[in-house]
């Protein structure tokens, strides 16, 4: 259409800018206004959802804002010949502050339970300095360490020298380490472009990214001293002692929190010798980018570097047997610590791959054996000297005796107690006996419980449910309640899962890790073998995934596609979908979204503040000016008023030569005056004004012919209930559209025989439309935009709700911001074109007012419903 136009405009008289030039720039600055208003709601709603969103995702969405307004910012500079400069410098202003917001915390002495997140004013915030050491031994480790050496390690310190509880020798490197091998060579940002693009729903995107940011680190040339630091550090804590065999664990800020555990996420390395122990470190800090880790850091709302990593290495336990305590059941089945253990070395436990023995007793020191279960185990993991773990198969009388004895129950129960009362908590206690009989304590972070509780468990009646519905498991163990309904998806390997559908219920023989990666995805999670205190049993608990283990069958009984509903609370999967359950469970659960208090949530809602309020009103008030613009809505607002003042200034301008411009008369109260682009008018005399027979232009007949739609109420009151009443005469004082200068200001459309370019101010609202229709269909298209209008906000909201759903019911693209709406349609036949120029036409009479009338979703919708059965003016046939 611009090609056209160059034809029309001429070279203004003084030789500056053209009106030709002018009005490309406003058209340009139009739509990068429409652009930014749809990126800014996208933005607000993702905000606001409450759902996950990536750094990712959002980063790249605020980006494209920022070039978005960028853009406009200078098509509007262009088009007001610089005369509002300083907008720009505003925007600059505003556009730091919020990338300054974004910037990653290193270390902050408020963790994650900062309320504000606004790092750039706060005085608190640290980077990691010079004077954090490399390393501490476990001798000077406490909980006031966190920051440095990361929750696990400055907890268990705080056990070995607070509470004097056995704990293994070791040191622990700091977050200083790590942070020196994610600053060599630019690894930090090489990392955050990987991830720019990644969709966190799309399982294959998250490995892809995981194993390239892996080997990014894994592949680069790591500082020499690095190694020195290591030994060094090793040297101090076990002093000529170089043939120990080693653990090293990960222990990242947060890991192991009151609220973020990250159960078995990272990796943990046994049996590591000395010549084997900066690549084991190195290994453990690249796990931090396993698919399973960065969904936990996705669900969770955190950011990379809002956790650095340190990493603790401990001296192994000759384990004759290990396993892990709860203090508390976090499903409240059982009353008393639950202490769960194997043969050997525990890994298998939390690992989650085999049936571990159970042990119930009593919350005392005397540590009464309530109940006992014997639980499976066909093998035994014992670590070798030589580096090595040596598998075994268990003798028979293993098999059949508890692995712990009466006085070490006592006793590691007695530590376990002494924990609890220290962090003031229930906990998640790893645990091992030596060889010699010795417990010690491996492990404690605080235990999340999480549950409905017996009582709404109590309240479903399973007698009359089982009665009703086919019974497939009534077996196994609860490892995390819920009730869920979908379709069976059987894992048989690992590379099953990038086929693993949104919404479907994982059904494997065993818990395994990397099932973390998916439990986002999964609605619920059935496996035939493993452990209520495993690590995915931690991590379905906190995500509110149900989940059932030691069914053992499941995977045999259930198959793939099945539609079953798993109620984990009592064991039991029906074939179907069991309604009462899924409405009676909703019922009772009181939602706990997490995401909105995470780090990642709280960080936008910080940059949210210098984005989305609007403060600039009313025009007319005495602080509309570029310097009193808070947010970047503000910026929006500012310079689309100035650009339409600006523009249609240039109407009536000597120094623009427009060509003759018409006031049209018509049965319409709109003062509107139309400009000729080419062919759009048949005007054969010297008069200042022309009606409908003048106008040759196809889009704007179409949009008259609705406006004039017989029996539309251009003039007249609505029915208004006493509210609405109070609210229209409020708005008429505070309304930012409602100003004398906006209703008395002209009506304008520029049209040619296939396109029209209308601005109306029709009563209270400001309407926007850019159309063109012609026989290529590729070429054809209308942009509409409708805001402002009377009453509170409340109900203008509603009415840009009820403008979106007739718009949406024509086949527009919407996007609503508040009470702004957007809407376009491109590539539909002319004849489609003209039809909802008409509706649009219609619809600008329909809703003048109709406002004050939407007291409710009822009559918003009574009202959607009359518009598209054709009623001209259904807001008179609504009594309110």
Request: hydrophobic letters at 40%; aromatic letters at 10%.
């Amino acid at each position: 259409m611009l090609d056209k136009l160059k034809k029309i405009f001429r070279v203004n008289k003084k030789g500056t800018a053209s009106f030709q030039e002018k009005f490309e720039h406003f058209q340009s600055f139009l739509k990068a206004n429409d652009e930014a208003h749809k990126i800014m709601s996208d933005l607000s709603e993702l905000i606001n959802s409450g759902k996950p969103f990536s750094r990712g995702y959002t980063t790249r969405t605020f980006d494209t804002m920022v070039d978005t307004l960028d853009k406009l910012i200078f098509h509007f500079i262009e088009l007001v010949s610089g005369r509002y400069w300083k907008i720009k410098d505003k925007f600059t202003e505003l556009r730091d502050t919020c990338y300054k917001i974004l910037l990653p915390r290193v270390l902050c002495p408020e963790g994650f339970d900062c309320p504000s997140f606004e790092c750039h004013t706060c005085r608190k915030y640290k980077k990691i300095i010079d004077d954090i050491p490399y390393y501490y031994s476990f001798k000077e480790i406490d909980e006031s360490l966190y920051l440095v050496v990361g929750s696990k390690m400055s907890r268990l310190g705080e056990i070995k020298n607070k509470i004097g509880i056995p704990v293994p020798d070791g040191f622990s490197l700091s977050v200083r380490f790590f942070e020196d091998v994610m600053l060599n060579k630019d690894l930090r940002a090489r990392k955050n472009k990987i991830f720019y693009h990644v969709d966190f729903d799309e399982f294959n995107q998250i490995e892809k990214a995981s194993l390239e940011t892996q080997e990014l680190i894994v592949n680069s040339d790591l500082p020499d001293e690095l190694e020195q630091i290591v030994n060094e550090a090793y040297s101090k804590a076990f002093p000529n002692r170089n043939s120990l065999r080693l653990a090293v664990r990960s222990s990242a800020i947060g890991e192991d929190s009151a609220n973020f555990s990250f159960a078995g996420l990272h990796k943990s390395l046994l049996n590591v010798k000395k010549e084997n122990l900066l690549d084991s470190c190195i290994e453990v800090l690249v796990s931090k980018y396993s698919p399973e880790s960065l969904v936990y850091r996705y669900l969770s709302g955190l950011r990379d570097e809002d956790m650095p990593m340190s990493v603790g290495i401990i001296e192994m336990i000759d384990a004759h047997s290990a396993g892990v305590l709860y203090t508390a059941d976090p499903l409240h089945i059982n009353d008393g610590i639950i202490i769960q253990g194997i043969w050997g070395l525990g890994d298998l436990v939390v690992q989650g791959k085999v049936v571990p023995q159970q042990f119930v007793v009593s919350h005392s020191k005397e540590a009464d054996l309530l109940r006992f279960s014997p639980g499976r185990q066909d093998i035994l993991n014992i670590s070798e000297i030589n580096g090595s773990i040596h598998k075994s198969k268990l003798t028979e009388d293993m098999l059949n005796t508890p692995c712990l004895n009466s006085y070490q129950i006592k006793e590691l129960v007695g530590y376990a107690l002494k924990i609890e009362e220290h962090f003031q908590t229930p906990q998640d206690i790893e645990w091992a006996v030596d060889k010699n009989g010795k417990v010690f304590i491996l492990q404690a972070r605080p235990l999340q419980i999480k549950s409905l509780g017996k009582e709404k468990r109590q309240s479903i009646s399973l007698k009359e449910i089982d009665r009703k519905y086919k019974l497939l498991i009534e077996n196994g163990e609860s490892a995390s309640h819920g009730v869920k309904f979908g379709k069976v998806f059987i894992v048989e390997h690992l590379k099953d899962l990038k086929n693993f559908p949104k919404g479907g219920i994982l059904v494997a023989k065993k818990n395994l890790p990397e099932f973390a990666g998916l439990i986002h995805k999964a609605s619920a999670v059935i496996t035939d073998v493993g452990s209520t205190t495993g690590h995915l049993s931690i991590i379905a608990r906190e995500q509110g995934v149900p989940m059932l283990t030691n069914t053992n069958n499941a995977s045999e009984l259930l198959q793939n596609g099945m539609e079953i509903t798993v109620y984990a609370d009592e064991c039991r999967v029906y074939l179907g979908r069991v309604n009462e359950l899924i409405d009676s469970y909703k019922a009772a659960i009181i939602e706990n979204n997490a995401f909105i208090n995470s780090p990642m949530s709280k960080i936008w809602h910080s940059v949210g503040k210098y984005i989305f309020k609007l403060n600039l009103t009313d025009p007319n008030e005495h602080n509309f000016n570029p310097l009193q613009c808070q947010t970047l809505h503000d910026i929006i607002r500012y310079t689309h008023e100035k650009a339409l003042t600006h523009m249609f200034s240039l109407y009536s301008r000597d120094n623009y030569d427009t060509g003759p411009i018409y006031k049209l008369e018509f049965d319409v109260p709109l003062d509107c005056y139309v400009i000729d682009l080419d062919n759009g008018l048949k005007v054969n005399n010297d008069s200042e004004t022309i009606t409908t027979e003048n106008i040759v232009s196809q889009p704007f007949l179409a949009l008259i012919k609705g406006m004039t739609t017989p029996g539309i109420r251009w003039s007249g009151h609505l029915s208004l209930d006493t509210k609405g009443f109070a609210s229209l005469i409020f708005g008429n004082m505070v309304d930012v559209y409602r100003s004398e200068s906006v209703l008395g200001a002209r009506t304008y459309a520029l049209v040619s025989e296939n396109y029209l370019n209308f601005f109306s101010r029709l009563g209270y609202h400001f309407s926007r439309l850019d159309s063109f229709a012609g026989e290529e269909i590729n070429t054809n298209y209308i942009n509409f935009n409708f805001r402002g209008g009377a009453a509170d906000n409340i109900r203008r909201i509603r009415r840009g709700i009820v403008i979106e759903k007739i718009l949406d019911n024509l086949g527009f693209v919407t996007t609503r911001y508040d009470d702004n709406v957007l809407a376009s349609v491109s590539k539909i036949p002319m004849e489609r074109i003209f039809f909802l120029l008409s509706e649009l036409g219609r619809m600008m009479g329909a809703v003048r007012n109709a406002d004050v009338i939407f007291t409710s979703e009822e009559v918003m919708n009574k009202f959607i419903e009359l518009f598209l059965e054709g009623d001209p003016s259904p807001g008179t046939k609504i009594n309110i």
